[in-house]
């Protein structure tokens, strides 16, 4: 065990605490200072000082910190001064306020059940705040305006809840990508007469598309609307040179899955409350996240959330914008090499692979082949992920292959592409590469109908059927393809023909459907 002049007990992987030079956005302007900062690890000293300890543990877990897979020895449980994650006074409140302190936002809450547990309490906000502010009127259904492409978790939330919604048409026809102008909000919110309570926006997205959040958010401060953000996949965004991340932009609340770009194990996550949005009852977040959530947190995951706070606290900025600039390298290549990309993400690199008259499964296959593994694939899209913690070795990887798939590789996978598939090209696609197919059929066209609630169609009896069967029958429980957990249909809307072809693209046989009285 290692201890400092300060006394604090540091965490074995810990480097010595020191004054950590972060990078964080000036509160007034969005502009990038240096602040010298001090932050402790108190989670991961607690549980370093528990384990040197070496006491009896008559305790859960069961495994008693014995080692069967390695990590057991930090596998502890609520014991006394461990504090409890979603009452947090001790150790866990330290910690999550250096967190909102790095990401410079009124509260950060932690979850153990990643950004799902996170988005079920966003919508639980936005509800209590509207009750708070008289925003909504009882005798109406409360009401949600969001972007198509909203993860199953906020579906969820909204049966739960008895929340509806009303489905803001984004511009682009993809199952992952519902990109919705400013403009286009706040023509929908002149039109509604309803009971709207807030706005929800997924971004990025699973393609890397960056919304609007700038824009989007003035417009709701003129309707006096809270705006949350999924921001799910962009943790690493408040890092960088550039003002990204949703806090920066005037969002209200907005939820990052810390495990997804960042190096915390799977599971963790963040909620962030934003400093402005002063409506929110905060007494009331961790009571939401204690009502949808687990009483058994992981304090795994706790350590490494809070360990992450040092290691942002470092030198991660300076790192982050090297490593953006290496793989914004790769992406070059990839486009000399004659590989269509889209997406404005900076870690990430999505392939347009329809738009090169490829199927993206079978370029994903190739990829496999040749050591790669992609975070995502269909037939129209190859999503590579990368963080700085990603090797030159990775990144050397994917620029061998674009350089090795060559002109006979391409006509081989043209000539295994789906006659269909030219259909599905993405408007946001490189002007060039438009040429190579034709342009794409809109997916979902026009608005879905809905034949009941959201919660009426979860608790309603439901039966399992072949997708080939459901042109209009009601959609029962969400039927989605994870990654990436995106509805085709949602609970209580009436089944299509458009929705079947895609149910059948992502190889999904049988829907759940509400049994016919």
């Known amino acids: 065990m290692r201890r400092i002049a300060t006394g604090v007990v540091q965490f074995t992987r810990c480097v010595e605490l020191q004054q950590g030079l972060c990078s964080i956005p000036d509160a007034k ?25 070496k006491c009896s543990r008559l305790h859960m877990p069961g495994h008693k910190g014995h080692v069967f897979l390695g990590c057991e020895p930090k596998d502890i449980t609520e014991v006394q001064g461990a504090d409890v994650l979603h009452a947090a006074e001790g150790i866990i409140r330290e910690s999550q306020q250096n967190a909102a302190m790095l990401f410079n936002t009124g509260h950060t809450f932690y979850s153990t059940e990643g950004s799902s547990l996170c988005i079920k309490v966003m919508i639980d906000a936005l509800l209590q705040r509207a009750k708070r502010t008289g925003r909504w009127q ?21 049966a739960l809840l008895d929340v509806d919604i009303i489905f803001l048409r984004g511009e682009d026809s993809h199952l992952c990508t519902a990109v919705v102008s400013p403009q286009r909000l706040r023509q929908t919110l002149q039109e509604l007469c309803g009971n709207v309570i807030g706005v929800y926006i997924t971004s990025p997205d699973y393609l890397g598309n960056i919304q609007d959040i700038s824009g989007l958010s003035g417009v709701c401060r003129e309707y006096d609307l809270p705006l949350a953000v999924d921001n799910a996949h962009g943790a690493y965004l408040n890092f960088l040179q550039e003002p990204l991340h949703p806090m920066q932009l005037g969002a209200d609340i907005c939820c990052d899955s810390a495990h997804k770009t960042l190096p915390v194990l799977t599971g963790g996550a963040y909620l962030h409350i934003a400093k402005q949005a002063s409506d929110f009852s905060i007494e009331r977040i961790p009571r939401a996240m204690a009502l949808f959530g687990s009483t058994s947190p992981s304090y795994l995951i706790l350590q490494s959330l809070d360990y992450c706070n040092h290691y942002l606290a470092d ?86 292959f674009a350089r090795m798939f060559d002109r006979m590789q391409k006509v081989e996978l043209r000539q295994q592409m789906p006659e269909h598939l030219g259909r599905y090209l993405h408007p946001l696609c490189e002007e ?16 879905a109908l809905r034949a009941c609630t959201i919660r009426e169609a979860v608790m309603a009896e439901c039966e399992e ?48 459907v509400l049994v016919k009285e």
């Open 29 to 53: 302007d969005g502009n990038r200072i240096k602040r010298r900062i001090l932050l402790r690890t108190p989670i991961c000293d607690f549980v370093e000082d528990y384990q040197n300890r």
């Open 138 to 158: 009882r005798t109406m259904r409360p009401t949600i305006l969001a972007a198509r492409n909203v993860h199953r978790a906020m579906i969820d939330a909204c």
């Open 315 to 400: 030198d991660y900025p300076e790192r982050l914008q090297s490593f953006v600039k290496r793989f914004q390298q790769c992406g070059e290549t990839l486009r000399q090499c004659g590989f269509a990309l889209t997406g404005q993400e900076p870690l990430k690199l999505t392939i347009c692979a329809a738009a090169m008259c490829l199927d993206g499964e079978r370029l994903a296959e190739q990829m496999r082949k040749a050591q790669i593994e992609c975070e995502y694939a269909d037939h129209q899209y190859v999503v590579l992920m990368g963080t700085p913690e990603n090797t030159e070795q990775d990144l050397a990887r994917i620029e061998h």
């Open 432 to 447: 060039n590469a438009k040429e190579t197919v034709p342009e794409a059929a809109t997916r979902i066209s026009t608005p």
């Open 465 to 512: 059927i072949a997708v080939s069967q459901a042109e209009g029958r009601i959609c029962g429980a969400e039927t989605v393809s994870c990654p990436p957990a995106v509805p085709i249909a949602v609970c209580g809307e009436i089944i299509t023909q458009n929705m079947i072809q895609q149910f059948e693209e992502y190889n999904i046989t049988k829907v759940s």
